[in-house]
């Protein structure tokens, strides 16, 4: 039997592929050029494959990097700015005023980089980012080596990026044909929310979407108030409206979705759209909570966000598949709701369908890129452990990541950034709060 050389073969003591949803115990992933191309018994790899970085982890778990599918990274700027508030009143007086004060490139590309260095470090492989400047925060991402979907944000009217709706698209279409072929980075449009971008706007944003082939992905339902007062204005409720104009396919990510009925979910599931809930950010805001087991039970496919730091406050991607689960179980009163299988599945395989990316990461299987976490599961906090899939939803094991892949490039080496310079960040991040605490005392 010949041997193949390759890049690098890593061993561990547990494994979960996600495909299939089983634990499997002393096992090998073989990782050339990026990819993987083999998962195999560790006791085979002798007579099989050779590599010049071989290495063996005795006490961890390797799954896929998880997939957070909606957020702001560069809002963790703006992380404990405002809390305790009402969705309406934490935007209109507090966030936007803020965001109107301080966003520009600097501030999205310094936002970016500490919201990746958190998702980093907590077993996040993929994020898909909705903000002003997407410029720069594609910047901030190619530099880190993460994979992202940048969404470039559209609304009504002006802000910091742009001077309206025709500007924002005509940024868009520069960042469209830059991104087109890079390996790690994908493209959306977002028009913000129904209650911001009006029919014609829409209409713009589907047609660039539809020209470019890419997703879009929008804020919808995300609370009671917003429908009533769709309803009350137009008569329509807001998801209706968007069907029936045709704005968003099966392509489209729906984001919160708090607030449905029964029609609602029976016309998500005919258009096929991809759901993304947002349990900690709906839950700190009073928003509502996504049914997401009625979700999944129309064979709608469900992933998981974080939402921007600001509304949440962390972005550890673990914890909100926690959530997901735990709030599951009291919406439908019923402690069976998204199981933990369930759970790890809407972060990591659901995740990378509802952002086309299937094919390419959200499991381990060979071909598919190696996005990958190592977990130490030795801490006290984790013992005795009967079910590890359980443990890895039902206990608190972000802080337990140690090492991250992206592509088979290391991001992360013994829960040390390796793409980041961490102390570099954490000055320049105290620079800005200086001023921005300084800024708004005087204000």
Same mark, same amino acid.
């Given at each position: ?10 061993? /561990?003591?547990? *494994? ?27 006791? #085979? ?32 700027? &703006? ?61 901030? %991402? ?20 742009? @001077? ?9 279409? $520069? ?10 980075? @994908? ?14 706007? /829409?209409?713009?944003?589907? @047609?660039?979407?539809?020209? /470019?082939?890419?997703? =879009? ?9 917003? %429908?009533?007062?769709?309803? $009350?204005? @137009?008569?329509?409720?807001? &998801? ?13 990510? =729906?984001?919160?979705?708090?607030? &449905? $009925? ?5 016309? %998500? ?6 759901? *993304?809930?947002?349990? +900690? ?13 009625? =979700? &999944? ?17 962390? !972005? ?19 402690? #069976? ?26 499991? *381990? ?52 950034? #390796?793409?980041?310079?961490?102390? $570099? !960040? +954490? ?17």
């Amino acid at each position: 039997m010949s041997v193949q050389f390759v890049d690098t073969i890593l061993h /561990f003591k547990h *494994l979960l592929a996600i495909k299939p949803m089983t634990i499997q115990h002393n096992m090998a992933l073989v990782v050339d050029e990026g990819k993987i191309i083999d998962l195999v018994a560790s006791h #085979e790899i002798p007579f099989t494959y050779r590599a010049a970085d071989e290495q063996f982890f005795d006490n961890h778990l390797v799954m896929p990097g998880l997939i957070n599918t909606h957020g702001h990274a560069a809002m963790s700027l &703006l992380r404990g700015y405002a809390d305790d508030l009402a969705l309406q009143t934490w935007l209109n007086d507090h966030i936007w005023p803020a965001e109107s004060q301080f966003v520009s490139a600097a501030f999205v590309e310094l936002g970016t980089e500490l919201a990746m260095a958190e998702m980093l470090m907590t077993g996040t492989t993929c994020f898909s980012d909705m903000y002003f400047f997407p410029d720069a925060a594609a910047e901030a %991402v190619d530099r880190v080596g993460m994979r992202a979907q940048i969404a470039a944000t559209i609304f009504d009217f002006p802000c910091n990026w742009g @001077s309206g709706p025709d500007d924002y698209l005509s940024k868009a279409r $520069n960042m469209a044909e830059d991104l087109k072929d890079h390996e790690l980075i @994908s493209f959306a449009i977002a028009p913000h929310a129904p209650y911001t971008v009006n029919d014609e706007n /829409f209409a713009k944003a589907k @047609s660039f979407a539809d020209e /470019f082939k890419i997703p =879009l992905q929008v804020h919808l339902h995300e609370t009671q108030q917003e %429908v009533d007062d769709a309803v $009350n204005d @137009s008569g329509v409720r807001p &998801l209706n409206r968007l069907i029936d104009n045709h704005f968003i396919d099966a392509s489209s990510q =729906l984001v919160h979705m708090t607030a &449905l $009925n029964d029609g609602d979910i029976e016309a %998500v599931a005919e258009l096929g759209a991809s759901v *993304l809930t947002c349990p +900690r950010s709906n839950l700190k805001l009073a928003s509502g909570m996504c049914p997401t087991q009625t =979700l &999944l039970n129309a064979d709608i496919n469900v992933a998981i966000g974080t939402d921007g730091a600001a509304s949440n406050n962390a !972005l550890d991607m673990f914890s909100e598949l926690q959530y997901v689960a735990l709030t599951a179980k009291i919406k439908h009163q019923n402690p #069976e709701a998204i199981s933990a299988q369930s759970a790890l599945q809407m972060a990591t395989i659901n995740g990378a369908k509802a952002l086309g990316i299937d094919e390419v990461c959200g499991s *381990l299987e060979k071909g598919k890129s190696a996005d990958i976490i190592a977990i130490d599961m030795s801490g006290i906090d984790l013992q005795p452990c009967f079910n590890l899939i359980a443990e890895l939803v039902y206990s608190q094991v972000g802080h337990r990541v140690t090492d991250v892949w992206v592509a088979g490039k290391r991001l992360v080496r013994a829960k040390q950034l #390796e793409t980041i310079d961490d102390k $570099n !960040l +954490r000055e320049r991040v105290a620079v800005f709060t200086e001023q921005a605490l300084t800024k708004t005392t005087s204000d």
